[in-house]
């Protein structure tokens, strides 16, 4: 099993950044593909983003790609979210999620573990 934590999120106006942190105790990381996903109020959860267990394989949801960029340090045990030129679209609660020997996917259902999700609102 891996536990996940979130942090980084909170307050910012448009154009603004943040960095997602997401701390993974339990199992090493590097056997986790990692993803990204939201939840805005009165909609479904959506992907973000999605790193393969190695790195090289990327995946961003279109409308955050050249804004968002997902990184993983598995010697650290963490996954990041950079979030630039934030739009108040953004707005969310931001979940990070590991797929046990996975490959990085953007179907949520395909993820074993997901954290208890990290704030983000953006204001205009």
């Known amino acids: 099993q891996v536990q996940l934590v979130e942090s980084g999120g909170g307050l910012v106006q448009a154009g603004g950044s943040l960095r997602l942190s997401c701390a993974a105790s339990g199992r090493t990381l590097s056997m986790y593909a990692m993803g990204w996903f939201r939840q805005a109020p009165g909609k479904e959860r959506a992907f973000v983003a999605a790193?393969?267990?190695?790195?090289?394989?990327?995946y961003y949801l279109d409308s955050v790609k050249g804004r968002f960029t997902i990184s993983r340090d598995n010697a650290k045990n963490t996954v990041y979210l950079q979030t630039n030129s934030l739009k108040p679209e953004d707005t969310a609660v931001y979940y990070c999620?590991?797929?046990?020997?996975?490959?990085?996917?953007?179907?949520?259902?395909?993820?074993?573990?997901w954290g208890q999700g990290t704030q983000v609102t953006v204001s205009s």
């Open positions: 790193i393969s267990r190695s790195g090289n394989n990327i």
């Open positions: 999620a590991a797929d046990y020997l996975g490959w990085g996917t953007i179907d949520g259902d395909d993820y074993d573990y």
